[in-house]
């Protein structure tokens, strides 16, 4: 099975993108996740993108990373996609590489993933997400390390603004692809576990579980 998560930022991809993983045991790719750890090591690759993570990296690297990714064996039984294609162009271009199952369009309103992105804190060791609404703690659980806040939400309407220019024009692509499955997330009167679970069943539903 391959398929991509595609939402704004805030909209909960990574977080469905962890519980697919382990459900159907297949790989969890997180564009996002490795620029962060190519930034952190400061390898040549980090040093090359840090300028970008508030806006887009050049899709000439994010199509050479994410092929490199795949070529891995954990991919072999499929892969989820987060955070990749992120554009009209890398979705032609990955196009070209190979087909996805499903494209998973999580819509949840602009004032909800903006309140989501100022309540997230990410481990800045093992990238564990938390909400300052339902965590108040500032160490990760998992490792101990320190929660921070990503340094590419400190400018929230840049990464909105980035998002409804770049990335939605490939809800209307993956339409006339005929691969678009769509959530609707409303959030309103529940709370962010009831939310996450009712996110997880729509989306099992769309891929036919
Ligand atoms: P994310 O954690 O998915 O929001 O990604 C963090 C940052 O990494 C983004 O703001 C972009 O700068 C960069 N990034 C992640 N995925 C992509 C992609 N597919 N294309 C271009 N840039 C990306």
Redesign the pocket.
Same mark, same amino acid.
């Given at each position: 099975m391959k398929i991509s998560l595609l939402g704004a /930022?805030g909209s909960g991809k990574g977080t469905q993108a962890k519980l697919l993983s382990q459900y159907y045991d297949i790989a969890h790719i997180?564009?996002?996740d490795l620029?962060r750890k190519a930034i952190s090591e400061n390898t040549e690759l980090g040093k090359k993108i840090k300028q970008?993570?508030?806006?887009?990296?050049p899709d000439s690297i994010?199509m050479d990373l994410v092929k490199e990714r795949l070529s891995k064996d954990d991919c072999k039984n499929g892969y989820i996609l987060d955070?990749? /294609?992120?554009t009209v162009n890398?979705a032609r271009l990955f196009d070209r590489y190979t087909k996805l199952d499903k494209v998973i369009y999580l819509n949840v309103p602009k004032e909800e993933v903006v309140d989501r992105i100022l309540s997230r804190r990410t481990c800045e060791n093992c990238g564990e997400i938390y909400n300052t609404h339902t965590f108040s703690d500032t160490k990760c659980v998992k490792c101990g390390h320190n929660l921070v806040i990503r340094k590419?939400d400190e400018n929230i309407e840049l990464?909105f603004d980035t998002y409804l220019k770049e990335t939605f024009p490939l809800v209307k692509y993956y339409k006339g692809e005929n691969l678009l499955g769509e959530v609707i997330v409303d959030s309103n009167s529940k709370s962010a576990v009831e939310n996450i679970n009712q996110t997880f069943e729509a989306i099992k539903r769309i891929l036919g579980d």
């Open positions: /930022p997180s564009t996002g620029f970008y993570m508030s806006t887009l990296v994010v955070g990749f /294609p992120r890398q590419e990464r």
